[in-house]
């Protein structure tokens, strides 16, 4: 069973963290740390109490301070780290290896160790500093996915363009998803 680690920011786009625990937390074994910001942000948006809802899910939460946890160890392994949504705060901590919190901390290890790091960035414009923030972590491996849905599949809900978001991240995980028919696909 993969071991994935959901990282969740003060962005808006609660729904895609919302949406992917959901999906994911029953294939992997899942553990998540949010920032102080996120359940303002799952408040307002969802109107959910993101630590009441989190004990529904078999999900393994830690403290964002809690630095005696595992995963603030690269000697721990993990098989990916996935920052949904990511704001541009923590996107530039990262890009400069600030690691103040569990939660940028842990992308510090991804990034030393190469292991496989997606950032959902949300912001709307990009200033240059945010674009030059997302290169660097590009160039460092760090995958920069941008919180932005397609409309091939032809969507006619809200939560149809949130699974096209959560049915990319979860591809680029390496495991299998059911919510969106890839493109031109026959099954
Ligand atoms: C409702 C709401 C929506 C927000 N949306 C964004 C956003 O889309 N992108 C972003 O970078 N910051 C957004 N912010 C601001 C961040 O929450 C703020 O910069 C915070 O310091 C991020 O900290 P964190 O990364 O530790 O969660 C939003 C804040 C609120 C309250």
């Not at 969802?46 to 630590?51: K, M, P, Q």
């Not at 530039?92 to 103040?100: L, P």
């Not at 096209?164 to 099954?187: A, D, H």
């Amino acid at each position: 069973m993969k071991k994935i680690i959901v990282g969740v920011t003060g962005a808006s786009g609660a729904c895609y963290a919302k949406r992917l625990v959901e999906v994911l937390s029953t294939q992997v074994e899942m553990h998540l740390v949010h920032s102080r910001t996120a359940p303002l942000v799952f408040h307002e948006e969802l109107g959910v109490n993101l630590s009441g809802w989190l004990k529904e899910h078999k999900v393994k939460v830690h403290g964002i301070s809690d630095f005696l946890s595992p995963l603030a160890s690269g000697s721990n392994q993990f098989d990916a780290y996935v920052l949904i949504p990511c704001s541009m705060k923590t996107l530039s901590q990262v890009a400069h290896g600030v690691g103040e919190t569990l939660l940028t901390r842990i992308a510090d290890i991804a990034l030393k160790e190469r292991r496989k790091m997606i950032m959902v960035a949300r912001e709307a414009p990009y200033s240059t500093v945010h674009l030059e923030n997302m290169l660097r972590i590009s160039q460092m491996g760090g995958i920069i996915f941008p919180a932005s849905p397609g409309f091939y599949h032809r969507p006619q809900t809200v939560e149809d363009l949130v699974d096209f978001v959560v049915s990319r991240v979860i591809q680029l995980l390496g495991l299998p998803q059911e919510l969106i028919k890839p493109w031109m696909s026959e099954n």
